[in-house]
């Protein structure tokens, strides 16, 4: 069974930064793309960052890109997450997630592309 677990987040205030990071329980995280979405109240979890097996590629949504670094440590079995310059709009439960199939590429956009969640933990940015 594989479990993921977030931590990192919390409150901060506008222009300020966080930085997520994800563990992975099981086994094989280093043949695996991994991804982080967010999700705000009464919103669609939404694609924020991705980032290929081996961590040579990643891919950002517009509203985050410039601003957030996605990146991976195999000997960790760990996914990080750093967010800067962060703003009100940045308010979500953010999760990461596990891509189905394992030794893929790096441009996984759509949750139906994830099989493994984690909880889920709260950034809020006060204004």
């Known amino acids: 069974q594989v479990q993921l677990v977030e931590s990192g987040g919390g409150l901060v205030q506008a222009g300020g930064s966080l930085r997520l990071s994800c563990v992975q329980s099981?086994?094989?995280?280093?043949?695996?793309?991994m991804g982080w979405f967010r999700q705000a109240p009464g919103k669609e979890r939404e694609f924020v960052a991705c980032?290929?097996?081996?961590?040579?590629?990643?891919t950002y949504a517009d509203s985050v890109k410039g601003r957030f670094t996605i990146s991976r440590d195999n000997a960790k079995n760990t996914v990080y997450l750093q967010m800067n310059s962060l703003n009100p709009e940045d308010t979500a439960v953010y999760y990461c997630?596990?891509?189905?199939?394992?030794?893929?590429?790096?441009?996984?956009?759509?949750?139906?592309?994830?099989?493994?969640w984690g909880q889920g933990t709260q950034v809020t940015v006060s204004s």
């Open positions: 997630a596990r891509v189905r199939t394992s030794w893929g590429g790096s441009d996984y956009r759509n949750r139906y592309d994830y099989n493994y």
């Open positions: 980032v290929s097996w081996g961590g040579g590629a990643t």
């Open positions: 099981g086994r094989f995280f280093n043949s695996y793309a």
